[in-house]
């Protein structure tokens, strides 16, 4: 009894994962999988305030490889420099119907990403669903250089053309 609970033991040690590996990603996800690490020292520009953000953004593979996640943390300031206030953010990626979708919240807000245009390697620009009446809202990354990433995240008013919210560069490994 006891060698078999020994056995047992043993062998889910020996197929546990090993810490710090990632599964291997599905391949759509794996055109966009220099997404993949810790990105921080980001400060961009708000639009709508005048204000500038900061923050840090880690996106991990979860789910065997069949979804990237993404959690930020931004911190905003006002035209004078001033704080004024902060978020935490997620976003699931994941294929779905051959195309990468995603969707984000920040805990007031819920984005659905229903398309994606990729660069495999260098870019992805994400798109929300066209609705009457409401806005589209388009999220992009674009891979600049190893450590470089430049997000824009914007929207286009019904009748309207693209109008950025925020735009920023955030370092890889901060």
Do not use: C
């Not at 005048?50 to 979860?62: D, F, I, L, R, Y």
């Not at 891979?143 to 008013?157: E, K, Q, R, S, Y």
């Amino acid at each position: 009894m006891k060698f078999a609970a020994l056995s047992l033991a043993l062998a889910a040690l020996f197929a546990a994962p090993v810490a710090g590996a990632e599964p291997e990603l599905q391949p759509k996800l794996a055109e966009i999988g220099f997404l993949v690490g810790d990105w921080s020292n980001g400060q961009g520009h708000v639009s709508e305030t005048g204000g500038v953000s900061t923050g840090a953004s880690k996106v991990t593979v979860e789910a065997g490889g069949g979804v990237l996640l993404r959690r930020d943390h931004t911190n905003l300031y006002d035209s004078t420099g001033k704080p004024a206030g902060g978020f935490n953010q997620v976003m699931m990626i994941y294929a779905e119907a051959g195309t990468l979708h995603a969707d984000y919240s920040d805990g007031s807000h819920i984005i659905h990403y229903v398309a994606a245009e990729v660069r495999p390697g260098r870019s992805v620009t994400f798109t929300s669903a066209v609705q009457p009446g409401a806005p589209v809202f388009r999220l992009a990354y674009e891979l600049t250089a190893p450590d470089a990433l430049i997000v824009t995240f914007g929207m286009i008013p019904p009748g309207g053309a693209f109008q950025p919210i925020a735009v920023g560069t955030l370092r890889r490994g901060g």
